[in-house]
Structure formats: C-alpha cells, structure tokens
C-alpha cells in the first residue's frame, strides 16, 4: 500500500469518526433541534455525489468514506425529519 493510499484511509478514518458524536448525541437525546435541515440536506447530497464520484475513479478511500458519512448523516436527517 502506498503512502497517498495510507493518507487517504486516515483521512476517511477521521471524517467518518467526526460524525460519531452527532450520531451517537442524536440518537440517545432525539434532541434535533439545533441541527439545520438545510445544511443536512446539502451534507447528504454531498456525501451521495463524492460517493458517486469515487465509483466513477474506482477511488476506494473517496467510495468509503463518502459512503459511511452518507449513512451517518442520513440517520441524522432522517431523525431531523421526522421530529
């Protein structure tokens, strides 16, 4: 594996555990209201594109981590929308 590939992981390690305490906040509390639904749905779609975008390049860092912070802030919205 080489060094770009490595960063790459680490970087989709970090992003993804960025979105755990939200998560994690979200789902004990229910508590949504300070969340913007806007920017959520922004984060989401961006998340789906960048996720898309890495299918089209084979980029396997840019598919998972994309993919797993899509799951994470769709859980988010999805909370956010039915509250």
Known sequence: MDTALIVGYLASLCSV?????????????????AISTKMYCLTVTGFI????????????PIIVTNAACFVLSALILVKKLRS
């Open 49 to 60: 594109l960048w996720t898309a975008f890495g299918l089209m390049r084979s980029e396997w």
């Open 17 to 33: 555990c960025s979105f755990l305490p939200q998560v994690r906040k979200v789902i004990r509390t229910g508590d949504t209201e």
